[in-house]
């Protein structure tokens, strides 16, 4: 029905006969002569119609935005005065000799130009939100994005392998999407929270290299960048050790930003440990283009008389740590405690700080509230210890070592957008050397900080029965611009070892069993030493994007309720279905007292 997409049309189609299919973007009525601007996913291009066609301009009157049309007509130059530098096409325009009216379309609910349009409104409507120039371009560059990665993969001998969607569940973190067996009454499937268990079976199997761009399930709350259903990267090899993945996966991403953005990314990344990430910016998924680090000065307020910086500074699991923003002397009263207010939602109590007015003149050039509870060596000791300037604020954080960690973590990100202080567009990041395990409080027991089929260091194995909380792993995680893009490690390949951290993490023998059983099967029938990482693609496509949701880079996304505006699902079923399925809906007990 056509010889070319509206947005490929330029300079070189000059005198050429066309047929173009698309929405009309614009209409308009300029004395006599019509201007439709027409759309595709390709780009927009002017359509002019004059009264010398009189059955054609007739048609050409009664179009409206969106209409689908088909256009028959001459590539010719624009008339001086109206070309348009910022549009691709526009140096050219279209002179309309034929046009049919291909389908009518009511008034849209969204107008296609107007940034201000309420996302629950996008999402009902999420097949015309789509049509926007800025939604397309976005799905275009995801299309970019997978297509580089399989090149990239499928070269490096990496075969792309299906793993089930309908398979057993398994704790991995989260809840599982149970979907119930009709055949199998009263029993369930789940939906994969991620391939894991699978692509460690392949590498069992012989296949050596394998990756998949997968769906993954997981019910869970939601954030800007989660979803119950999302996309990633998944990846797994074996005979190969973590340093060798980290290279091969890092040239990978600096290939696809190369050829996606036409942007360099450093070779090779750095790589920091995780103990180092959570001293200097309280997260193991540092921004670093943020130039601001948190500084410990808890030694320096052990002796002093204020209990809010003694108590931590003298408590194992507590910290007292500084950071200065540089010229924060500026910041009115009113803005710090608005900050104060911020980093109340981390759990902090409060957000102390000293003003740096003249640094030469001691305390008499300091200005904060607390400077009468701390004595000259302290306050000499921080100064020097973060290197105040004169202009200088200092915040201080002083808590239990995760609230200090995550508040002032927090607040450095935010200050250094406030302020201006980003440094560089591109800054990704090899985290490594994460611990094993982490202590659950509210259980009372050990769990994965990862997940239990992660493998420890060769020289930590020994700790794992006798002091857990010392055992590192051989896990890795890719950070882009403070998110987390892909994590990954090398996984337990020994049956022993497996069955060991299992018992650890509170899994008796007979629970292994029954949800791993499986696994530790396959692990007595020659399992290679293997590893691997999911990337996950909505984050990277959102932040190649500009994105600040990965809603705005999936096609028909699910709201903060994991709920679907255009088809209303979730929704009821009948009882016939649930009959088949052996099911009854029981309502929550405060619906039923209603």
């Known amino acids: 029905m056509r010889s070319h997409y509206c947005g490929h049309l330029n300079a070189s189609h000059i005198d050429q006969e066309v047929e173009i299919c698309g929405w009309v973007h614009r209409r308009r009525d300029h004395g006599g002569v019509i201007f439709i601007d027409l759309r595709d996913r390709e780009g927009v291009v002017q359509v002019v119609y004059?009264?010398?066609?009189?059955?054609?301009?007739a048609t050409a009157e009664q179009v409206r935005?969106?209409?689908?049309?088909?256009?028959?007509?001459?590539?010719?130059?624009r008339p001086e005065g109206t070309k348009n530098p910022n549009m691709p096409t526009g140096e050219v325009e279209i002179l309309?000799?034929?046009?049919?009216?291909l389908n009518r379309a009511d008034t849209p609910p969204i107008q296609l130009d107007d940034s201000d349009?309420?996302?629950?409104?996008?999402?009902?409507?999420?097949?015309?939100?789509?049509?926007?120039?800025?939604m397309q371009e976005r799905m275009r560059l995801r299309s970019r994005v997978a297509t580089e990665l399989r090149r990239f993969l499928n070269e490096h001998g990496f075969l792309d392998i299906e793993t089930p969607m309908l398979t057993k569940a398994t704790p991995e973190g989260a809840r599982d999407y149970l979907v119930p067996s009709r055949t199998h009454p009263g029993q369930f499937f789940a939906l994969p929270q991620s391939p894991q268990l699978f692509k460690q079976l392949l590498m069992m199997s012989g296949m050596d290299r394998y990756y998949q761009i997968v769906r993954c399930f997981r019910d869970e709350d939601l954030r800007?960048?989660?979803?119950?259903?999302?996309?990633?990267?998944?990846?797994?090899?074996?005979?190969?050790?973590?340093?060798?993945?980290?290279?091969?996966?890092?040239?990978?991403?600096?290939?696809?930003?190369?050829?996606?953005?036409?942007?360099?990314?450093?070779?090779?990344?750095?790589?920091?440990?995780?103990?180092?990430s959570m001293q200097r910016f309280g997260c193991d998924r540092p921004d670093l283009r943020i130039p601001l680090e948190l500084v410990d000065v808890e030694d320096l307020m052990q002796a002093v008389e204020f209990k809010v910086f003694a108590g931590p500074a003298k408590d194992p699991n507590g910290r007292v740590a500084a950071l200065r923003l540089p010229q924060g002397g500026a910041l009115s009263r009113k803005e710090i405690d608005t900050y104060t207010k911020f980093v109340g939602i981390y759990g902090a109590k409060g957000l102390a700080y000293i003003k740096v007015n003249e640094l030469a003149k001691g305390r008499e050039g300091l200005q904060s509230p607390i400077l009468k509870f701390l004595p000259d060596e302290a306050v000499d000791g921080i100064m020097q210890r973060v290197g105040a300037e004169d202009g200088d604020l200092i915040f201080f954080g002083a808590d239990k070592t995760h609230i200090v960690n995550e508040s002032l973590g927090a607040l450095r990100v935010k200050l250094g957008h406030d302020r201006g202080l980003r440094e560089g567009e591109w800054k990704p990041l090899w985290v490594v050397d994460f611990p094993m395990f982490e202590w659950d409080e509210q259980n009372q027991r050990w769990s994965s900080l990862h997940h239990?089929?992660?493998?420890?260091?060769?020289?930590?194995?020994?700790?794992?029965?006798?002091?857990?909380?010392?055992?590192?792993?051989?896990?890795?995680?890719?950070?882009?611009?403070?998110?987390?893009?892909?994590?990954?490690?090398?996984?337990?390949?020994?049956?022993?070892?497996?069955e060991k951290v299992l018992k650890l993490l509170g899994i008796g023998d007979e629970e292994a069993q029954e949800k791993f059983g499986f696994l530790l099967k396959a692990l007595r029938y020659g399992c290679p030493p293997h590893g691997g990482l999911a990337f996950g693609l909505d984050r990277l496509v959102m932040l190649m994007a500009g994105a600040s949701s990965i809603r705005d880079v999936m096609a028909f996304p699910k709201t903060q309720t994991a709920a679907c505006q255009l088809t209303e699902a979730p929704s009821a079923v009948s009882t016939e279905q649930l009959q088949e399925l052996s099911l009854r809906v029981r309502k929550p007990q405060a619906e039923e007292k209603k």
């Open 224 to 276: 800007a960048d989660r979803q119950p259903e999302f996309t990633q990267l998944d990846v797994e090899v074996s005979f190969m050790d973590e340093d060798a993945i980290m290279v091969l996966m890092e040239e990978m991403i600096r290939g696809l930003f190369k050829k996606t953005l036409d942007q360099e990314l450093p070779n090779p990344f750095p790589r920091m440990t995780y103990a180092e």
């Open 117 to 134: 349009t309420s996302e629950e409104l996008r999402l009902r409507y999420r097949y015309i939100d789509l049509r926007r120039p800025e």
């Open 50 to 57: 004059d009264p010398d066609l009189p059955d054609t301009f």
């Open 452 to 498: 239990p089929f992660t493998a420890a260091k060769e020289e930590h194995l020994g700790l794992l029965e006798s002091d857990p909380a010392a055992c590192n792993s051989r896990a890795y995680d890719m950070v882009l611009n403070g998110t987390e893009i892909g994590g990954g490690s090398i996984r337990i390949h020994r049956a022993e070892v497996q």
């Open 65 to 77: 935005n969106e209409f689908v049309l088909r256009v028959k007509g001459r590539v010719r130059t």
């Open 96 to 101: 309309g000799l034929e046009l049919e009216v």
